[in-house]
């Protein structure tokens, strides 16, 4: 499994992506400093993405938005069990219910 790298500064993938504007390769660029080639690909295309010369992909706005959406989701499900849970068993205890038993 592939080790994890902290993000690099936005500055620094700025910088990146404005040598690659003027000319040099993501191969040079990867031989001189330290991400990959295609790391710096990658960039290259969400940087494409966000400014809207590309359409095969999600920009950075609606990546952040899908993240907040499904971690919201998550959270909107665990919610929902917990009540449905508590509220069977309210029922239960209140006898609103009756017990399950193999009679019925």
């Known amino acids: 499994m592939p080790k994890s790298h902290p993000a690099y500064p936005e500055e620094f993938r700025q910088q990146i992506l404005e040598l690659v504007r003027v000319g040099r390769t993501p191969d040079e660029l990867a031989a001189e400093f ?14 494409e993405l966000d400014h809207g010369q590309r359409r095969d ?6 990546k952040a ?31 609103a219910v009756p017990p399950k038993s193999s009679n019925s």
């Open 65 to 95: 938005e899908l993240s907040r959406l499904r971690k919201e989701n998550k959270q909107l499900r665990l919610e929902r069990e917990i009540l449905s849970k508590a509220a069977a068993w309210f029922a239960r205890e209140t006898d």
């Open 57 to 62: 992909g999600l920009t950075s706005d609606e």
């Open 34 to 47: 330290e991400p990959t080639a295609q790391t710096i690909r990658n960039w290259i295309k969400q940087s």
